[in-house]
């Protein structure tokens, strides 16, 4: 990934390559072109010409990426038009021929070739979602589709073959190492760096069976690799990821969780803590792999360093304070991830109808947990929803063994891989029989974490209306109706006193952001973000 940002030169080509002056020329392409101005990386040039955008590879050699022959440099450009029309064909075009010589280069002409462009479309700066977050620009529903894409992506992307030598515990473990050993060389932030290699090797150990497991799963993909804000487009109201990291297959070759956990940091950062849990929470209900938020903290960690080796590297060149503070803030953020424990668990309760799921979205967002929605779950099982679950059951998917399964086996392992991840867990359910509650009970005392449930209750109209209307509009993943609804109210089993003594209740007078407040305080008064 560049280390540095691009940077704008001016139009004069004093001091410039020149085959990059000559390319300044308005002459040098086959179209009318616009004011044309340079960017540059320490990789690369993109020169912009108002239609199009053209990015030459510059003849450097990095040790992590090599483009010092011009056939490492076409090879390169083939590989990243490849890798970024998977997601967006429509801004990356073509390879297009430099003609010759260096002095006279141009686009158009029959001389020599003497190095490739990857022509693009050109966009507006002011559209990369890192400018559209600045501005308060990004909306739920943009993230959703865009946790829907990713999700669809990224099931789809080529499966690492589990005798490779992508997505093995090695491979896991040396970028991070490599982080840690670039920052070691700073005296100044020893301490917090040593402790953070000790974490490493601990974790590791605890981990390396799960990475392991991981690949044979099928779950090291070739992904985008460099998945942040910056590498981002808001277009017609969609975001659409390009720039995917192309000069190093092992940065690629990845676990969907350690994607997903680039982008929900740089989120966090930017101030977008609720959309980021929204973000992931959307994910997994998409994919199903809750089960890979045991990692979390480890690829949480691992990509704070990123930002934080970059930002001691820029430091070095610049001596610029302000590097040296964006190093210590991301290190403080590695460092709050190792430390991070699961602050405790939710359970809803109350009949269909009663707004448990309209209000553990909020709460979700609110309080950065992980939220598992039984009616999602139980459909998964049967292959009804999303990615299917590692094994699939038949028959009647209400049935009372069906909801055993659910509620003694699955829903409680799910909870089990999220809490492991440093999260709150969220548990949308009826929770209208005893024996359903109980397992998250014990999970509690064996996490020795609080646990709250959120009894919710409205007039019995309300309830029927509010069913009416879903299933008119089609769209929830509940099949209960009306007549399920007169079952569950004859039958529901009511919390017990040591319940009760947990609970707080919702109605819908309740004020929400009230409920958040007392929820927070019965977790522990912790800070409900992610980060």
């Known amino acids: 990934m560049d280390t540095t940002s691009p940077q704008s030169i001016s139009p004069e080509p004093n001091g410039l390559d020149p085959m990059i002056a000559a390319l300044l020329r308005p002459q040098a392409y086959p179209h009318p072109t616009g004011m044309i101005q340079v960017l540059q990386t320490h990789s690369a040039w993109v020169i912009l010409t108002g239609p199009y955008a053209y990015k030459i590879k510059k003849p450097v050699n990095f040790g992590f990426l090599d483009f010092s022959t011009q056939a490492l440099r076409q090879q390169d450009s083939e590989e990243e038009l490849r890798l970024n029309r998977r997601l967006f064909p429509e801004l990356y075009l073509d390879l297009q021929p430099v003609h010759g010589p260096p002095s006279q280069a141009s686009f158009c002409g029959a001389g020599p070739g003497i190095d490739v462009a990857l022509r693009m479309r050109q966009f507006d700066q002011d559209q990369l979602l890192s400018a559209v977050v600045q501005r308060g620009g990004l909306t739920p529903a943009m993230i959703d589709a865009l946790a829907d894409e990713l999700s669809g992506f990224q099931r789809g992307a080529a499966v690492a073959p589990a005798g490779g030598a992508f997505g093995t515990p090695t491979a896991v473990r040396s ?8 920052l070691r060389e700073a005296p100044d932030i020893a301490q917090p760096v040593d402790a953070l290699c000790r974490w490493v090797d601990q974790t590791f150990q605890q981990l390396e069976p799960t990475f392991r497991q991981r690949l044979e799963q099928g779950r090291i993909r070739e992904g985008h690799g460099d998945l942040h804000l910056g590498n981002m487009l808001l277009e017609n109201g969609r975001i659409r990821v390009f720039d995917c990291l192309e000069f190093n297959p092992s940065l690629r070759w990845i676990d969907g969780i350690s994607e997903l956990a680039f982008l929900v940091m740089d989120l966090v950062g930017a101030g977008c803590g609720p959309l980021a849990i929204r973000l992931l929470n959307r994910w997994l209900e998409t994919n199903g792999d809750f089960e890979g938020l045991c990692t979390w903290r480890w690829y949480s960690v691992y990509r704070a360093l990123v930002r934080a080796k ?5 430091a070095r060149q610049s001596q610029q304070e302000g590097d040296r503070q964006e190093r210590d803030r991301y290190l403080s953020l590695a460092a709050s991830w190792s430390d991070r424990r699961s602050p405790g668990l939710i359970l809803m309760h109350g009949v269909s109808g009663s707004g448990k799921s309209w209000l553990s979205a909020q709460l979700a967002e609110a309080l950065g947990a992980i939220r598992l929605r039984a009616d999602v779950e139980r459909k998964r099982l049967f292959g009804l929803w999303g990615e299917p679950a590692t094994f699939r059951l038949s028959g009647d998917p209400y049935s009372r063994e069906v909801s055993d399964q659910l509620f003694q086996v699955r829903l409680p392992a799910l909870a089990t891989a999220a809490a492991a991840g440093g999260f709150p867990v969220l548990i949308d359910a009826t929770g209208l029989r005893r024996a359903d509650r109980r397992p998250f009970h014990a999970l509690a005392r064996q996490w020795g974490v609080p646990v709250v449930t959120v009894a919710c209750t409205a007039p019995l109209e309300l309830l029927r209306e509010r069913i009416r209307l879903r299933q008119q509009a ?34 819908p007078a309740t004020s929400v952001p009230a409920l958040i407040h007392t929820l927070r305080q019965r977790l522990g008064g912790q800070d409900a973000g992610i980060a």
């Open 175 to 182: 970028p991070l190492d490599h982080n840690l050993a670039v």
């Open 310 to 314: 970059v930002a001691e590297l820029r």
């Open 474 to 507: 089609g769209s929830d993943p509940s099949d209960a109706g009306l007549e399920v609804l007169e079952r569950q109210l004859a039958a529901i089993e009511p919390l017990t006193p040591a319940e009760q003594g947990g609970s707080v209740g919702y109605e």
